[in-house]
């Protein structure tokens, strides 16, 4: 049997759903594939790097194998019996480009271990399994998105999901003649983990000093109160990014593809001054799309400190992009990507 988990972007609502907030993630036909069948003892092999592991205890490794090995142990404290297997996994979805690799192996190898043992799978658990996997045995403290995002997306269409309730809705992608690109900046989002728990912490201590217990009850006055600078600039990017997430649903609905670049633009300005988890090179991205009429909007997409942009833009783009991309690599010195985006199903496999 071979699985197929995709990667995800998000096309609006960052570093929100770990704050209760709204986000409208995506996922794209860009996949982890993972192969799986019954075996004596544990074995997981890497196409990529061509290294294998096996095991016999469920120990960390501190090494890619622990998306698995935490995937079973989840599974098992999660009441499911799950028996030795062969796992093969392969890739043409880049690591550390804030695609999600990792959501995408744990959700994946989740789907196949939960498919070879013939349980019938529930998404929403399922993405809450890999969720605690990521933050409990990976240890990182990551929000929902990522997992949720390759556990459930649907084709053609974004997922709305209130982090608060957990409660989700598909949102039709009405684009017309626009398209959705990734730039991979070719900057890897090494710094992201130990920033990204520094973030979860400011957002905590904001709420603290705000006296509120959840984002959704802050409102403007509260955030104009709060003294300490940063923990009002990160408050300011959260609250100001949901209303983004909510109007962006609204313009998507009314088709208005300009009003949507717009809010893209906004929340990596909101990121890159409000929360500061952008990075240079990205910055200098951004500021050469703002010179083209043909591109509606653009922003850093995930944790950020490198990884993807997100462009919502004509035809026109990849033209446009063979231009910055020049300046880019003179500037830098590295060579940025572009993948056109197909948005994908979630999880699958084909038998
Ligand atoms: C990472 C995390 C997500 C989310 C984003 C920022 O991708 O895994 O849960 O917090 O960063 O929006």
Redesign the pocket.
Known sequence: MVVYSPGRA?LIG?????NNGFILPFAIKRYVKIEIEPSKKFRVFSEQIKKGIEFNTLEKTNSWADYVIGMIVKLKEHGYDVKPFNMKIDSNLPMGAGL?SSAALEVGAGYAILSMMNYDINREELAKIAHECEVEFVGVR?????QYAVALSKENHALFIDTMTREYKYIPFHLDSARIYLVDSGIKHELGSSE?NKRRKQCELALEAMGKKSFREVTMDDVEKLIEPVLKKRALHVITENERVLKTLSALETENLQLVGRYLYESHYSLKDNYEVSCEEIDFMIEQFEEYADIYGARIV??GFGGSVIVLANENFERIFEKVSQKYTTKFGIIPKLLTVETSDGVFRLE
């Open positions: 998000n960052e570093h929100t759903d770990y999600s990551c929000g929902i998105m990522d990204y995930g944790a």
